[in-house]
T-cell receptor
Framework: RKEVEQDPGPFNVPEGATVAFNCTYS??????FFWYRQDCRKEPKLLMS???SGNEDGRFTAQLNRASQYISLLIRDSKLSDSATYLC???????????FGKGITLSVRP | EAEVAQSPRYKITEKSQAVAFWCDPI?????LYWYRQILGQGPELLVQ????????DSQLPKDRFSAERLKGVDSTLKIQPAELGDSAMYLC??????????????FGPGTRLTVT
């Protein structure tokens, strides 16, 4: 089983749609969780951290379920500019190593 | 805004040749990472430095890859000899989590390597 597994993609949605991405992780001792965004041929950038209580940043909502070892990202009212690859990231271990999922590509169409 | 610098941005080399990548992290960041990202996959950690010391190189193919950060600032990643399967994006990242409890890693633009 891979350490971090994401839904297969890609996702192709119209502007204004709500889209949800799911991710599971295998190491129950993982400490912190993140969503990174990566535009085509660019470097990954932190989108948001994920907390057990859930957190929201504008149109983006991230949730963590430690019992099920499950992370999600919800994007409401999708914009063309949301088109990118979204990487689920888990941190753990002695050196706070980041482990990235494969990423899921979102395309928002007009 | 401070950025992680990498060079070159693109590199084409023939298999069996040597290749080197350079990274200059954000000033003051003690932790530096080298990742490899194959097309369609997420980044995979190759090596992590804390200042000048290697703290994790468990995924570094040590028969052909080497990395150094001699003065605890900039870093070089070398491949010798390059193989076709090394074609990928090589990303450098830095963070200051040791001092600030911030775990955010800031990535450089990457070096896209093509081995022919």
């Amino acid at each position: 089983r891979k350490e971090v597994e994401q839904d297969p993609g890609p996702f192709n949605v119209p502007e204004g749609a709500t889209v949800a991405f799911n991710c599971t992780y295998s190491n129950s001792a993982s400490q912190s969780f993140f969503w990174y965004r990566q535009d085509c041929r660019k470097e990954p950038k932190l989108l948001m951290s994920v907390y057990s209580s859930g957190n929201e940043d504008g149109r983006f909502t991230a949730q963590l379920n430690r019992a099920s070892q499950y992370i999600s990202l919800l994007i409401r009212d999708s914009k063309l500019s949301d088109s990118a690859t979204y990487l689920c990231v888990v941190m753990g271990g002695a050196n706070s190593k980041l482990t990235f999922g494969k990423g899921i590509t979102l395309s928002v169409r007009p | 805004e401070a950025e992680v610098a990498q060079s070159p941005r693109y590199k084409i080399t023939e298999k069996s040749q040597a290749v080197a990548f350079w990274c200059d992290p954000i000033s003051g960041h003690a932790t530096l990472y080298w990742y490899r990202q194959i097309l369609g996959q997420g980044p995979e950690l190759l090596v992590q430095f804390q200042d000048e010391s290697v703290v994790d190189d468990s995924q570094l193919p040590k028969d052909r890859f080497s990395a150094e950060r001699l003065k605890g600032v900039d870093s070089t990643l070398k491949i010798q000899p390059a193989e076709l399967g090394d074609s990928a994006m090589y990303l450098c990242a830095s963070s200051s989590y040791r001092d600030s409890n911030s775990y955010e890693q800031y990535f450089g633009p990457g070096t896209r390597l093509t081995v022919t």
